[in-house]
């Protein structure tokens, strides 16, 4: 079979030939010609015919649910080939995602990966997406973190877009109905002092589940995460005032702030439950609930609290938040779009104006069975914006992904003094997207070239990644007896390379020998010819941890504890004492850009530190470095 261009009047001459057994006209693929309405709504059809701008040269990554029936849409033309990283999850709302972020950008790589099934695996899924190059990565998906500080999930958000200039767009999450706030209320009944709800049906909060529908009800109240001696307690009762769930964790000092049960409606007929909080041993504190159905259909509580229903990743500051808002003689937020703002208690208290801005949603898109349908929700709005993003940077390549966010908010032609809790700073407009001046941010611009340094891949404390050539290596954790020595690294083929460790008093190296002892933050070089794992044996007791003493000048260092932590977190108490970090990264033989002790953007302390990644700490004076968790 040979396919080709020919001239009508060539047809019968070429019939002749030998060889030919027949000839047929090639009928064109059945084209969608569904675009979504916020491309009209937005005027981005209009910005891409003044401007020539397409999103070519931009990368796009999506972390939603699945992408079933991609290739059905690939195949009729209405998606571009996708770059599927993992799709392991299941369902379609990556796929109408996609398809919004193409009908506003048509000619941006588009990638795909699913949000996994913990907040590990979905931090994991925006780190391979860096690697394979995303410029600006989109999601809708919300694991449940502290309400009231900066969880794993977020930190993690913070550090890649401050590391590797990654814009950052999420969808704002469809809770402002699901969301309870107040301070604590107690009346006293049967010797137990019970929250006031003060809602419609009294003392209770009640919500309705429709049948087939589960999920779970949140309770955290304004804590610290890991040291909350307020002891709440949560109760879940069916329609007859029968109790069918409790959680009553106790928190006595380092406990989490949190309360949980799941509900479940298995039959034919909508059904209502209460929920209940008990003020088990505690001062009074701001309750936060959230109810939290596993599928896309929603509750709604009464009483339930629109203003403050953010939280997670999309309580960052750093990324772009987008909420869901109709287009008519007025901008209206839909109902359901969660609000801000954004109340954070720790590490210290602040009020995030988020949502950043609103987009369209109720758009039509084709599902995985190939029907037209429309989407709703928050997720159906973020995706407007990443298409904008890539316009924007298309225009400007190299451009710091602070600048991009700055443009298409200002694109709304609403200042930040005109925020909404709802709206944000409003709708963008496309032909209001200003690209001048963006070569000033070019020329300047200390982030690296994304394609040379990327995230490596933590899977836990406890394993030591090498890379081929230099690797500097931190202890986190007390060795257990008997693999406390160099000797841990006899399987690593050095290439006939000595280990080295640098001592900061004297300022001088030293050769590192396989009996020598390995303490908690101590710093060894080593040499690695290949990529290789060593696994680290802890003594788990706690009882051999150490401080490592910091002397003024540079010093090798490291996280002392078994978890990640953000620079300013682990050395606020040495306060003024240092100046700068530089972590070493094994992938690229070289550092990566300096973390200044009060500096803000690519070198905030706001960065994350990991156990065993080892980095180097000029201190201004003599100070001690505390074990961590």
Same mark, same amino acid.
């Given at each position: 079979r040979i396919g080709g261009w020919i001239k009508s009047g060539n047809i019968s001459r070429l019939a002749m030939q030998e060889g030919i057994l027949s000839l047929a006209v090639q009928i064109p693929p059945r084209m969608s010609r569904i675009t979504t309405e916020g491309d009209y709504i937005l005027k981005a059809g209009e910005f891409r015919n003044i401007s020539g701008l397409s999103g070519e040269g931009v990368r796009v990554g999506v972390i939603s649910d699945g992408v079933d029936g991609l290739s059905d849409l690939i195949r009729i033309g209405k998606l571009p080939e996708v770059q599927v990283l993992s799709d392991k999850v299941g369902g379609d709302e990556g796929l109408a995602m996609l398809q919004i972020i193409h009908d506003i950008a048509p000619d941006a790589t588009l990638l795909f990966h699913d949000r996994g099934e913990s907040q590990i695996e979905f931090v994991r899924a925006m780190d391979k997406l860096i690697i394979h190059g995303c410029d600006i990565i989109c999601d809708d998906i919300t694991y449940v973190e502290p309400f009231f500080e900066d969880g794993y999930i977020s930190q993690n958000i913070i550090d890649r877009i401050l590391s590797y200039n990654i814009l950052y767009i999420t969808a704002a999450g469809n809770f402002a109905e699901e969301h309870y706030q107040a301070d604590f209320n107690g009346y006293e009944d049967h010797g137990y002092l019970w929250h006031n709800f003060n809602g419609s049906f009294g003392r209770d909060m009640k919500f309705t589940v429709q049948p087939g529908l589960a999920g779970h009800v949140i309770l955290q109240w304004d804590d610290k995460f890991g040291s909350s001696a307020n002891n709440y307690d949560l109760f879940l009762y069916d329609e007859s005032e029968r109790e069918i769930a409790r959680s009553v964790n106790h928190q006595d000092g380092d406990g989490d702030p949190m309360e949980w049960v799941r509900f479940v409606n298995s039959g034919d007929e909508a059904k209502e439950f209460t929920v209940r909080v008990v003020q088990a041993a505690a001062d009074d504190a701001l309750l936060k609930i959230y109810v939290l159905p596993l599928s896309g259909r929603s509750v709604k509580l009464d009483p339930c609290t629109s203003s403050g229903s953010l939280f997670?990743?999309?309580?960052? $500051?750093?990324?772009?938040?987008?909420?869901? !808002? !109709?287009?008519?003689?007025?901008?209206?937020?839909?109902?359901? #779009?969660?609000?801000? /703002?954004?109340?954070?208690?720790?590490?210290?208290?602040?009020?995030? $104006?988020? /949502?950043?801005?609103? !987009?369209?949603?109720?758009?039509?898109?084709?599902?995985?069975?190939?029907? /037209? !349908?429309? @989407?709703?929700?928050?997720?159906?709005?973020?995706?407007?914006?990443?298409?904008?993003?890539?316009?924007?940077?298309?225009?400007?390549?190299?451009?710091?992904?602070?600048?991009?966010?700055?443009?298409?908010?200002? *694109?709304?032609? %609403?200042? =930040?003094? #005109?925020?909404?809790?709802?709206?944000?700073?409003?709708?963008?407009?496309?032909?209001?997207? #200003?690209?001048?001046?963006?070569?000033?941010?070019?020329?300047?611009?200390?982030?690296?070239?994304?394609? &040379?340094? $990327?995230?490596?891949?933590?899977?836990? *404390?406890?394993?030591?990644?090498?890379?081929?050539?230099? %690797?500097?290596?931190?202890?986190? @954790?007390?060795? *257990?007896?008997?693999?406390?020595?160099? $000797? =841990? @690294?006899?399987?690593? &083929?050095?290439?006939?390379?000595?280990?080295?460790?640098?001592?900061p008093e004297g300022g001088f190296f030293s050769a590192v020998r396989p009996d020598d002892k390995l303490a908690q933050a101590d710093v060894t070089w080593v040499y690695s010819r290949d990529e290789t794992c060593i696994r680290l044996n802890f003594d788990l007791s706690g009882s051999n941890q150490t401080v490592k003493q910091l002397y003024p000048g540079w010093n090798p260092a490291g996280v002392p504890g078994l978890q990640m932590i953000t620079a300013r977190d682990l050395l606020s108490p040495l306060t003024d004492a240092w100046s700068t970090i530089l972590v070493f990264d094994p992938k690229t033989q070289g550092f990566r850009p300096s973390i200044i002790n009060g500096g803000y953007g690519t070198y905030s302390p706001s960065r994350l530190l990991y156990p065993t990644e080892g980095w180097w700490i000029y201190m201004n004076r003599p100070e001690i470095l505390l074990p961590g968790c």
């Amino acid at each position: 079979r040979i396919g080709g261009w020919i001239k009508s009047g060539n047809i019968s001459r070429l019939a002749m030939q030998e060889g030919i057994l027949s000839l047929a006209v090639q009928i064109p693929p059945r084209m969608s010609r569904i675009t979504t309405e916020g491309d009209y709504i937005l005027k981005a059809g209009e910005f891409r015919n003044i401007s020539g701008l397409s999103g070519e040269g931009v990368r796009v990554g999506v972390i939603s649910d699945g992408v079933d029936g991609l290739s059905d849409l690939i195949r009729i033309g209405k998606l571009p080939e996708v770059q599927v990283l993992s799709d392991k999850v299941g369902g379609d709302e990556g796929l109408a995602m996609l398809q919004i972020i193409h009908d506003i950008a048509p000619d941006a790589t588009l990638l795909f990966h699913d949000r996994g099934e913990s907040q590990i695996e979905f931090v994991r899924a925006m780190d391979k997406l860096i690697i394979h190059g995303c410029d600006i990565i989109c999601d809708d998906i919300t694991y449940v973190e502290p309400f009231f500080e900066d969880g794993y999930i977020s930190q993690n958000i913070i550090d890649r877009i401050l590391s590797y200039n990654i814009l950052y767009i999420t969808a704002a999450g469809n809770f402002a109905e699901e969301h309870y706030q107040a301070d604590f209320n107690g009346y006293e009944d049967h010797g137990y002092l019970w929250h006031n709800f003060n809602g419609s049906f009294g003392r209770d909060m009640k919500f309705t589940v429709q049948p087939g529908l589960a999920g779970h009800v949140i309770l955290q109240w304004d804590d610290k995460f890991g040291s909350s001696a307020n002891n709440y307690d949560l109760f879940l009762y069916d329609e007859s005032e029968r109790e069918i769930a409790r959680s009553v964790n106790h928190q006595d000092g380092d406990g989490d702030p949190m309360e949980w049960v799941r509900f479940v409606n298995s039959g034919d007929e909508a059904k209502e439950f209460t929920v209940r909080v008990v003020q088990a041993a505690a001062d009074d504190a701001l309750l936060k609930i959230y109810v939290l159905p596993l599928s896309g259909r929603s509750v709604k509580l009464d009483p339930c609290t629109s203003s403050g229903s953010l939280f997670g990743q999309q309580a960052v $500051k750093q990324a772009l938040v987008v909420g869901a !808002a !109709a287009q008519g003689k007025n901008l209206t937020v839909r109902e359901y #779009s969660s609000r801000g /703002p954004v109340l954070i208690r720790y590490p210290a208290y602040e009020l995030r $104006k988020k /949502p950043d801005l609103v !987009a369209p949603d109720h758009v039509t898109i084709l599902t995985s069975s190939m029907h /037209p !349908a429309v @989407f709703t929700g928050t997720s159906a709005s973020a995706p407007h914006i990443a298409g904008l993003a890539a316009l924007v940077i298309s225009g400007s390549p190299g451009i710091r992904e602070s600048e991009v966010r700055k443009i298409i908010l200002n *694109a709304t032609g %609403n200042g =930040i003094d #005109s925020w909404d809790p709802g709206l944000g700073r409003g709708m963008p407009v496309a032909t209001n997207l #200003s690209l001048k001046d963006t070569s000033i941010q070019k020329s300047w611009s200390p982030v690296m070239n994304g394609c &040379n340094f $990327k995230p490596r891949i933590n899977d836990q *404390a406890g394993s030591v990644f090498l890379y081929p050539g230099w %690797n500097m290596v931190s202890i986190p @954790f007390p060795l *257990a007896k008997g693999h406390d020595t160099a $000797k =841990i @690294f006899d399987g690593v &083929n050095t290439a006939s390379h000595t280990l080295w460790r640098y001592n900061p008093e004297g300022g001088f190296f030293s050769a590192v020998r396989p009996d020598d002892k390995l303490a908690q933050a101590d710093v060894t070089w080593v040499y690695s010819r290949d990529e290789t794992c060593i696994r680290l044996n802890f003594d788990l007791s706690g009882s051999n941890q150490t401080v490592k003493q910091l002397y003024p000048g540079w010093n090798p260092a490291g996280v002392p504890g078994l978890q990640m932590i953000t620079a300013r977190d682990l050395l606020s108490p040495l306060t003024d004492a240092w100046s700068t970090i530089l972590v070493f990264d094994p992938k690229t033989q070289g550092f990566r850009p300096s973390i200044i002790n009060g500096g803000y953007g690519t070198y905030s302390p706001s960065r994350l530190l990991y156990p065993t990644e080892g980095w180097w700490i000029y201190m201004n004076r003599p100070e001690i470095l505390l074990p961590g968790c």
